[in-house]
């Protein structure tokens, strides 16, 4: 099984769904730590309930972006990390950071990219009057949510909807989408001489 890391920020829906998932015995990856660079990330405590190993590596304590990644990078190393999976983590990451780990790190990105990068995507696709958005598991790079995409699924838009309520009606599809699209990845790496 390829020894996956998952990053987060905040919630962690994203992580269990993964977790959940890598726990079947056919799974091609198996969860090895979860880390946030919040220290009061709730993720954090339903990490520890499904008995995964956590961190934090508060960005907060370094006094740059490169030394808080070099911290991430060795606690990464530490849990012998060999894919990582951004999983609502909200830190831009550092061509330094990108470059150690190419083609082994994925992000889930709530729009359909190459639509909307970065922040507050659901207004903008609102504001854009289109008729669906979703959301893209892709490869990252040095730019900001601009890698290959892996897999993606869309909702529709309604003429009533608002920011929240597209995004509470996209996670259950964000959350069946990751799982499918670390395995594809997971089964990649397994085939990489
Ligand atoms: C998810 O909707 C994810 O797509 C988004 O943050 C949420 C995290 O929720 N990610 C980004 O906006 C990345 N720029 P979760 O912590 O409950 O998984």
């Known amino acids: 099984k390829v020894k996956t890391a998952i990053l987060i920020s905040g919630r962690g829906s994203n992580m269990v769904a993964l ?17 946030s660079n919040r220290p009061g990330a709730a993720g954090l405590e339903k990490a520890q309930a499904l008995k995964v190993p956590t961190a934090v590596v508060d960005h907060k304590n370094y006094k740059t972006r490169e030394a808080f990644e070099h911290a991430l990078h060795e606690q990464l190393l530490s849990m012998e990390a060999e894919l990582v999976c951004c999983a609502g983590f909200m830190r831009i990451l550092t061509p330094w950071f990108v470059s150690n780990w190419q083609d082994r790190l994925i992000n889930i ?20 009057g289109d008729s669906e958005t979703g959301c893209s598991v892709h490869w990252v790079t040095e730019d900001l949510d601009a890698g290959a995409v892996i897999l993606q699924d869309s909702v529709t838009i309604s003429p009533n909807d608002t920011a929240d309520l597209l995004a509470a009606r996209l996670l259950p599809i964000e959350l069946s989408l990751y799982p499918k699209a670390l395995s594809k990845v997971a089964k990649q790496i397994q085939s990489r001489v």
């Open 19 to 35: 977790v959940e998932a890598a726990q079947l015995e056919t799974f091609p990856a198996e969860i090895v730590g979860v880390i």
């Open 109 to 128: 990105h709530p729009s359909l990219l190459p639509k909307y990068k970065g922040l507050n995507t659901h207004q903008r696709a609102i504001d854009a």
